[in-house]
């Protein structure tokens, strides 16, 4: 799955296009390095987001297309953040 439409489907954040432009801007970063929207994120990649004021580092467990919210948060687990 593309990296724009995983943080999307876990809700890490809330619009695909938000997501694209922060990855396009170099404020995503997966395995420490900067990642384009198209990555292809695989279980055990390590993500972090640099939005906002405070880093969240998180990561993958499994990844699915789709997610509800109850479900979303069980795709990942926060290391930092």
Known sequence: MRLDK???????????TVANEACDGGRI????????ASYDVKIGDVVEIQ????????KVLQVSEYATKETASQQ????EG
């Open 6 to 16: 995983y943080l999307k489907v876990t809700r890490l954040i809330k619009r695909r």
């Open 51 to 58: 939005l906002g004021s405070k880093p969240v580092k998180v």
């Open 76 to 79: 990942y687990q926060v290391l």
């Open 29 to 36: 970063l997966v395995n420490g390095k900067i990642a384009r």
